[in-house]
């Protein structure tokens, strides 16, 4: 006669315990993820608003007071292409959002211009440091007029070389 051996995994109660043992550790150790409800949607409103160059901006409300953007330095060469991304958002719901741009002093860079996207182009022709007071008024997302902000931006161009065409 054969000896009888023993044989746990055909014990059930061994089998869920070695289950639950193994999925623990395996959350323990952050190799299984838990699960999490999804975030909930957004209210409607602006989100994610930088200025010039990418600078963080705050406080912009449908209110009268003006929200901020952190200064900014903008370097660039002589001769060679200079882009400055315009301010961006994203606007809930839609993502559709449209601005106003002026320039309340200084002026640009020879060679440097305005897109209609906010961005600043162009192949700057002389070297020196400018500094700008930009004003993004007013904001509109989803039919709400936000008022915009202020943000100082100061150009740097180096260099004296030829420049390419």
Known sequence: MAPIRHRPWRNPSWVVLLLFA???ALVLSGCMPTYSAPPPPKAPGLYSVTGWGG?????MTSGNDHGTCNGIDLYGT???PFNAEGPRANCVPGGQWSNST???SGTLP???TWENSGD???IPTTSGHWILEMNDNPLTCGGTTY???VQEVRIHIGGGGPVVE
Do not use: E, Q
């Not at 600078?55 to 406080?59: E, F, M, P, R, T």
């Open 102 to 104: 002026t320039l309340t």
């Open 120 to 122: 600043i182009t162009g």
């Open 110 to 112: 020879p060679g440097l």
């Open 78 to 80: 002589v001769g060679h």
């Open 22 to 24: 193994t999925a623990s």
């Open 147 to 149: 008022i915009g902000f």
């Open 55 to 59: 600078a963080s901006c705050w406080g």
